[in-house]
């Protein structure tokens, strides 16, 4: 039961600071990425997606990197809150297969 | 505009016991999907529906588990007999599907399974 989510890489931050996240993603022809943020009970809850025609996008407090030459997506949070503490995962998408892969995620756990 | 609903949020069961889930995508979603997550790791695909059609169910023990979405809409993943190693979080997600390139998929709160 726990001891499997203790063994999911954790980044500890302190509150205020900025976390990035990071994912290496396996499918070179993957075009669409999401990240999710799940809370502890709670379901997969969509926090910012990228296409692959992009490098960069921005959301409120968040920001997706997408380097695709070795394919790697990252999660930049801004000003990191108690209620960014979570389990983060990335998934990537190959359009008009409609089947996603999920990473394995990340908890982050921010520290007041 | 309402999300994905999953019954019953818990449930605890004995091993070789049967048990249900229920799942109501987001309005107007073609596709539906359930997941299988093992806690501390990522989701895995159960089955896939294009309406009430089956497009992916490749991970989906078929020996004990089985799925339906026989009008299009909601949909049912029974699990008969269960075992120990079913213990997990079933997720049920939606999408629009169909004619767009890109599907964004939402996921209902899930429905967490413990066999005993």
């Known amino acids: 039961g726990e001891s499997v989510g203790l063994h999911l890489p954790t980044l500890s931050v302190q509150e205020g600071d900025n976390s990035i996240i990071n994912c290496a993603y396996s499918?070179?022809?993957?075009?669409?990425f999401i990240w999710y943020k799940q809370e502890s009970g709670k379901g997969p809850q969509f926090i910012i997606d990228?296409?692959?025609?992009?490098d960069k996008r921005q959301g409120q407090r968040v920001t997706v990197l997408l380097n695709k030459t070795v394919k790697h997506l990252s999660l930049q949070i801004a000003a990191t809150q108690p209620g960014d503490s979570a389990v983060y995962f990335c998934?990537?998408?190959?359009?008009?297969?409609?089947?996603?892969?999920f990473g394995t995620g990340t908890r982050l756990k921010v520290l007041a | 505009e309402a999300g994905v609903a999953q019954s019953p949020r818990y449930k605890i069961i004995e091993k070789r016991q049967s048990v249900a889930f229920w799942c109501n995508p987001i309005?107007?979603?073609?596709?539906l999907y359930w997941y299988q997550q093992i806690l501390g790791q990522g989701p895995k695909l159960l089955i896939q529906?294009?309406?009430?059609?089956?497009?992916?169910d490749s991970q989906l023990p078929k020996d004990r588990f089985s799925a339906e979405r026989l009008k299009g809409v909601d949909s049912t993943l029974k699990i008969q007999p269960a075992k120990l190693e079913d213990s997990a979080v079933y997720l049920c997600?939606?999408?629009?599907?169909?004619?767009?390139?890109?599907?964004?998929?939402?996921f209902g709160e899930g429905s967490w399974l413990t066999v005993v």
């Open positions: 499918n070179s022809a993957s075009d669409y």
């Open positions: 997600a939606s999408s629009l599907g169909t004619g767009v390139r890109v599907n964004t998929i939402y």
């Open positions: 998934a990537e998408l190959t359009s008009g297969t409609y089947k996603y892969i």
């Open positions: 309005s107007g979603h073609a596709t």
């Open positions: 529906f294009q309406n009430n059609g089956v497009v992916d």
């Open positions: 990228i296409r692959s025609n992009m």
